[in-house]
């Protein structure tokens, strides 16, 4: 139980960290990766998306076996984007600073199923 606290504990302030100052750096990252964007509707909603992930990964954290069943969930976030930026990658169609940030949530979508199966395996142990 306590390897999950630490893992999702740690995702989510990670996720804070990566995320929040992205409301602040559009610009810049129009700068850096052209095309501009021109949807921020759809800019700002992937970062506030992404931000509710973190607090649910900090709730997750708090009692990992009463939200277990949510971990599945974190596990398809985590995958979704990661999978995405990996076949991009693959076509030439990403920077190589974006396929690094898809890698590490394929990381942590990794140690999020670790975490499933580890509070899985402490429930059983604890009955």
């Known amino acids: 139980m306590k390897l999950a606290r630490l893992i999702f ?61 949510l971990m599945l969930a974190c596990i398809l976030e985590k995958l979704t984007y990661g999978l995405a930026v990996l076949v991009l990658a693959f076509q030439n169609r990403v920077a190589g600073a974006i396929m690094a940030f898809g890698t590490i949530d394929l990381v942590w979508g990794a140690l999020f199923v670790v975490a499933f199966l580890r509070v899985s395996q402490d429930s059983r142990g604890s009955r």
Request: glycine fraction near 10%; charge should be neutral.
């Open 9 to 69: 504990a740690l995702a989510g302030i990670y996720g804070i960290g990566v995320l929040l100052p992205l409301y602040f750096e559009r610009a810049h990252i129009d700068n850096v990766y052209p095309p501009a964007i021109t949807h921020l509707e759809l800019y700002y909603g992937f970062v506030g998306l992404g931000l509710a992930w973190q607090i649910a990964f900090l709730i997750i954290a708090s009692n990992p076996a009463r939200y277990r069943p």
